[in-house]
Every structure is written in C-alpha cells, then in structure tokens.
C-alpha cells in the first residue's frame, strides 16, 4: 500500500493535488510547457506586446518586446542552445557535487548514525523547529541549503518514524520561502542592496542602502518564520499528509560500539577538515580570499564558486573515516561506489532537468518574464495607493511576479527604479521598499515550477512516495507560502507602525 492510498485528499487543496498529479509526467508536462510558450511567443510578437523599465544604468527607459521562437532565430536557438541550456543549468553542478559527498556518507552509514545519536538528544518538540531553522539559516550559503538541508529534513523525519515529505516541505519552507531571513547579512544582501542604490543614483537621490539595511528586521524575521514554519507543519502539513506507509522504514536497532566508534573518527576527521578550512578562509591573506569590485580581499568568490566543492568533502571526508573505521569501506573501490550508487539515484532527475532547463531559457528568451513584471510594475503604480496600502499591494503583486520570474535580482532591477524612489516620495525608506520586495519574493518561491530548483524537490518527494508529483508539491507547499506571507507582513506592518530601524542606520520612514 503506498502512502498516497491513506492520507487526506479532500477540500481545495486535495483537487489541486488530485488534478496536478493526475497530469502526465513532469517530463511531459515541461515539454508541454515549453510547446505553448513556444506558441505563446508567436501570438505576442504579431500583436507588438511590449513592456519598458527604467534602467538604473543608463537612467533610460528599455523597452523590452516579446521574442519568437516560431521564426528563423528561434528555432536556430531552440537547437543550438539545448546542450548549453542542460549543462549551464545552475541547479545541475550544484545538486551532483554536492549529492556525492552526502553519497559517501549515507552509503557508510554515516548519516543515519548521526541521527540516531542525534535523535537521542533532540527532543521530539525541536525536531521540526530545528529542521526549519538550519533551513533558513543556510542560505547565507546561496543555494547549498537546497541541496543539503532539504534532503537531510527527509531523512531526520524518516529517522524519527514521522512522514519523510513533511519534513523535506519544512526544510523546503526554510531554505526557499524564507530566503531573506537570516541572522546575519550575507551575497544577496549585498546583490539587492546595489541595485537599489543604482536606482537612487538614476533619480538623483542622494541615499544610500547599507548591506545592512534590513539587518535588525532579519534577524527577528528569523525566528518568526521557525515558529510559523514548525507550527504549519505539525498542525497542518503532517495531518494531511497522514500516516507515512511507503517503502522507507528506520532501523530501531541500537547504535553498535563500532558504530559509535565510526562516529567518534567522523568527528575528528570533521574537526581537522574545518581547522584546515579555517587556515584557507580566515586569515586576511588566506588562499580562498580574493580581491573584490572594491580591492578588497573578501571570500565572495569563494562563497560563490567555491563553498560546494567544500559541501562534498564536508560529507565525504568524515563519512570515508567512518566506512573505514566500521568496516564498510575496505578498499578504493568501495568509497567510489558509494558515490556511483548516489549518482544512480539521481538519473530521474537528470532527465528532469533537461528539459526543465529548456523551459526556464525559453521564458527567458522570449522575453514574457520581463514583460509580465514590467507591466504590472507600471499598473501598481497608477493604481494611486499610498503608505501602508500601497507597501501591502507591492508585497502580493511582486508575490504573484515571483511565479512567473525567478530571478530575485532580475526582478528588483526592473521594480526598483520604479518603486524606490516612488516610496521615497512618500517618506518610505529604500530599506523598507527592499524588504517588502525581499518578503514576497521568498515566500512564493516554494510553489513556483518556474523556481530552478523545483525539479530537485520533486524528484526528493518520489525517493519516498512515487506517487508525488507536482500537485503534490504545490499544494502541501501552498500552506507555507500563505502563512509566511501573512506573518511576515503583519510583522512589517507592525515595523512601520512602530518607526522600528530595520538595521543599523535604516529607517522604516524617512524623516
């Protein structure tokens, strides 16, 4: 009996998964997809749609047009662009490396250990506040959280005998929907703050945005979004998922001494790894330290180029020590094997992405993103709302944006010359127009197809119900996506009331 037979299919939400799992496969419906954008983009190029933005740049307006892909250039781009499309696919090199450290120590045992151990000491009350946490704590690693946490929140709901999909959606929640929540500031910060600033400079505004602009209200957004994150998932997510009756079961066996001895050379082989990383990182000269825009030697490089090559031996290198101190890896041809047996589990997805990499590069192609973003930027902005009303329209139109654009920095550079320095005008500081972007931009990521990393989720649901598929996803996702978009708001909302800094030196409203 499969885990779909037994839980709770009923209400608006059980149609929409009724309905999206019931469509062929996610590799059809891509293709699908892809064969009416391709249609689409004909029919809006015969009737001239068209969209323009301000360019913080050049301080010009650009007018975007719709692109075919029906016409002599389109269909030439369509062919010559597949190969680089599946390999230049940013989620592709991201989920392979960093899924062949966690490979070797899943394939040691390395990880189910640890969770046992882990388990013993946790309580039960934690476990879900805790798998949301690390998941929004992580994306001070860019996109490794993806990668890492969301499969590992499976595995410790698994371990713990609950249903393994809630936990892969809390950790999802955490990771995707509270991207801009952090306890310290990190690239994206950094990325969205620039732009920002270019769209002061291009009307001529003397302000500047920190990179710690939206510091203080991140912090606190942190722990506001664990709760809500944990509270969803037990008291609605869990319960409608039911009882968990698929092919996983964990082992009630005790640990063994030689498996906690694996542990204990697992340990030492992680601290002496992070020491040595901590030699390569910290000091002001250290290797991994680059010289940034600004001439200064920084690990932005690294963090953005280099840090999965360390997510790899982070896994592998403790859990080799712990194959070999348990007995499971007796040669060199057992530790490749426990790589070939992760990456044999990943051809499901590698077929995925292929075609959800032409997709994504079509939208892209044929312009539709920046034209849909564009035009709607253009009418919130003759709609007239003012202050607390108009900031609550920018949250739920950059929301519905976010299903169609995935690109948090595409989107901000088309959004931000029209609507900073509109807010400005009306006393609404540059720091509380970027987090009221930042907010409904995370918290519709989770139920976005168009979301790179949407393919991965799903092929991580089917390791555990094979039944998943989209409609699975989007509506047990859906939850999420509404809850931390209310809270997170109301939290705004009550920033702005208040007059509260949103970091140092940020006000919610300008004097």
């Known amino acids: 009996m499969s885990d779909s037979d037994t839980k709770p299919n009923k209400g608006l939400l059980g149609m929409v998964e009724r309905v999206g799992n019931k469509l062929p496969h996610p590799v059809i419906i891509f293709i699908l997809f892809s064969v009416i954008l391709i249609i689409i983009s004909e029919i809006a190029v015969r009737f001239g749609v068209q969209g323009s933005y301000l360019d913080a740049n050049t301080g010009e307006d650009t007018v975007v047009e719709a692109v075919s892909l029906l016409n002599g250039e389109g269909i030439a781009h369509i062919f ?33 250990s640890s969770l046992k151990k882990l388990l013993n000491n946790v309580p039960s009350a934690l476990l879900t506040s805790m798998v949301v946490f690390a998941g929004i704590i992580s994306n001070i690693a860019s996109d490794a959280g993806y ?39 990190g690239p994206t910060d950094a990325l969205l703050a620039g ?14 945005v920190a990179v710690t602009g939206n510091w203080y209200f991140i912090i606190v957004s942190t722990f506001l979004l664990t709760a809500v994150g944990a509270f969803v998932t037990e008291k609605f997510v869990e319960p409608r998922l039911g009882e968990y009756h698929g092919d996983y079961s964990p082992s009630e066996e005790k640990l063994t001494p030689v498996q906690n001895k694996g542990l204990i050379a697992a340990l030492a082989a992680l601290v002496v790894f992070l020491i040595i990383m901590g030699f390569l990182m910290i000091p002001e000269n250290a290797p991994l330290r680059a010289l ?48 070939a047996e992760s990456m044999s589990s990943m051809g499901g997805y590698l077929v995925l992405a292929f075609f959800a990499a032409q997709f994504i590069d079509y939208f892209a192609y044929t312009n539709l993103g920046y034209i849909i973003a564009s035009n709607g930027a253009a009418l919130l902005e003759n709609i007239g709302f003012v202050g607390l009303p108009l900031i609550l329209a920018f949250i739920l139109f950059t929301a519905f944006i976010n299903l169609f654009m995935g690109s948090a920095s595409a989107k901000w550079a088309i959004m931000a010359p029209i609507f900073v320095p509109m807010l400005f005008t009306l006393n609404i500081s540059p720091e509380m127009t970027l987090m009221a972007y ?74």
Do not use: C
């Open 80 to 112: 010559n662009s597949a190969v680089t499309n599946f390999t230049g696919f940013a989620p592709l090199g991201t989920v392979l490396v960093a899924m062949l450290g966690v490979g070797v120590a899943e394939w040691t045992g390395l990880i189910s």
């Open 147 to 185: 990668v890492v946490v969301v499969p590992l929140g499976a595995i410790v709901f698994a371990a713990a005998g609950r249903h393994p999909i809630a936990g892969l959606a809390a950790a999802f929640a955490g990771v995707s929907a509270g991207f801009s929540a952090n306890l310290i500031f």
């Open 195 to 208: 732009i920002s600033n270019e769209a002061l400079a291009s009307s001529n505004i003397d302000y500047e």
């Open 292 to 339: 940034d825009d600004a001439g200064e030697l920084t690990l932005s490089n690294f963090l953005s180029n280099g840090l999965l090559f360390m997510i790899f031996l982070l896994f592998a290198i403790p859990g080799l020590a712990y194959g070999i101190t348990t007995g499971k890896v007796k040669s060199s041809h057992d530790f490749v094997q426990g790589m």
């Open 438 to 511: 930042r907010i409904a931009d995370s918290s519709s990521n989770v139920i976005s197809p168009l979301m790179s990393y949407f393919a991965m989720i799903l092929v991580f649901a089917q390791r555990y119900d094979k039944n998943s598929g989209l409609g699975t996803i989007i509506s047990t996702m859906i939850y999420y996506t509404v809850s931390f978009l209310i809270a997170w708001s109301v939290l705004l909302v009550i920033w702005y009331s208040i007059g509260l800094p949103l970091g140092p030196n940020a006000p919610s409203v300008l004097q």
